[in-house]
């Protein structure tokens, strides 16, 4: 079972950032990934982009790449300026990152029966990448806590006897973040939303299939893998089919502290007859490593993930030289 609820900044699953992609340096860090996502606009223009998730069993955490805009972001005027919602299944608001005018600061909130606003020691820094860290549990009280690079800056909390559910959607309202009218630039990148375990100082390397390897059992290009539309597919008519990949893109950072995990990501969709299941696996000196299927959905296309916290050729941690060359996709 995978503790990844989301992964990346692709258009393939998070609404509303179409056109966003950019590789301008600075937007990203290019030890994990090619692009990052670009937004440029004004203090009263909104462009909101949402990211949606299953529910998760433990707290739930959010981890990502911010770089304010470049002037102004140290003044807030706008007494409805919003950084981050989160919402429940009935899309009720369940706690917030909201930059207050009086302050200037990003406050952390939690909407239970009241709306608690935490104290705050962050103001946005002009044009300083920072990782953003959220942790929010909803139980009998719904508590936030609001990081920057691994600094606790806000947290509120709740009561919650009305029973508001876990959360499953992040918006990103992108209004009302710097002071001055005119038209300013923010990038976001390498979003990870995690299940019960801490996103502070994770980090996630994407890498893309580069050509078939091993296995090219279903029908259609390796291109349809490549080119980040899901309307390209691959597909298969019967269970067990594979098609492996060797990969290309960045490889991380030169020194890492630790590798916590090896991830195979896919969008899956079921046929109306056929698998109905997908799995990712690894290809080690000939051995392939399966992880267990998940039944995806026939009316649309969902990300499934495939987890190795250990090296499963011999249970060992890993090590970038242990990494695989080859990966790929099962359906079952």
């Known amino acids: 079972m995978s503790y990844i609820l989301h992964l990346g900044h692709q258009p393939t699953d998070i609404s509303g950032i179409a056109g966003m992609l950019s590789t301008v340096a600075g937007g990203f860090d290019a030890n994990l990934d090619v692009n990052g996502v670009r937004?440029?606009?004004?203090?009263?223009?909104?462009?909101?982009?949402?990211?949606?998730?299953?529910?998760?069993v433990g707290d739930l955490w959010l981890g990502f790449r911010y770089v304010p805009p470049n002037a102004d972001s140290e003044n807030i005027t706008e007494s409805t300026a919003n950084f981050i919602d989160i919402y429940d299944a009935n899309l009720v608001r369940i706690a917030?990152?909201?930059?207050?005018?009086?302050?200037?600061?990003?406050?952390?909130?939690?909407?239970?029966?009241?709306?608690?606003?935490?104290?705050?020691?962050?103001?946005?820094?002009?044009?300083?990448?920072?990782?953003?860290?959220?942790?929010?549990?909803?139980?009998?009280?719904?508590?936030?806590?609001?990081?920057?690079?691994?600094?606790?800056?806000?947290?509120?909390?709740?009561?919650?006897?009305?029973?508001?559910?876990?959360?499953?959607?992040?918006?990103?309202?992108?209004?009302?973040?710097?002071?001055?009218?005119?038209?300013r630039t923010w990038y976001y990148a390498h979003f990870a939303v995690l299940d019960g375990v801490s996103t502070i100082g994770r980090r996630f390397v994407r890498r893309s299939p580069n050509a078939i390897a091993t296995f090219s059992q279903m029908a259609g290009s390796i291109d349809a893998l490549k080119d980040e539309d899901v309307s390209t597919r691959v597909s298969s008519n019967t269970a067990g089919q594979r098609l492996s990949f060797s990969l290309t893109g960045?490889?991380?950072?030169?020194?890492?502290?630790?590798?916590?995990?090896?991830?195979?990501?896919?969008?899956?969709?079921a046929g109306t007859v056929g698998p109905q299941a997908a799995a990712g696996f690894l290809r080690m000196g000939g051995v392939n490593h399966d992880a267990a299927p998940v039944t995806v959905p026939s009316l649309a296309p969902r990300s499934v993930y495939s987890t190795w916290a250990l090296n499963p050729a011999d249970s060992s941690v890993w090590i970038s030289v242990t990494l695989p060359a080859e990966v790929g996709i099962l359906s079952a």
Do not use: E, M
Request: no cysteine.
């Open 39 to 56: 937004f440029i606009g004004t203090r009263t223009y909104a462009a909101p982009f949402s990211i949606a998730f299953a529910p998760p």
């Open 96 to 183: 917030q990152i909201q930059p207050i005018s009086t302050t200037d600061r990003y406050h952390a909130i939690a909407r239970g029966d009241t709306t608690v606003q935490g104290n705050s020691s962050y103001i946005a820094a002009n044009g300083q990448p920072q990782w953003i860290d959220v942790r929010v549990a909803v139980g009998a009280n719904i508590t936030i806590d609001f990081f920057v690079d691994g600094v606790l800056q806000s947290t509120a909390t709740a009561v919650n006897t009305q029973g508001k559910g876990k959360p499953v959607q992040i918006v990103f309202p992108n209004y009302g973040l710097h002071g001055n009218n005119v038209s």
């Open 250 to 269: 960045p490889t991380g950072p030169a020194a890492v502290a630790a590798i916590a995990g090896v991830h195979v990501k896919q969008i899956a969709q």
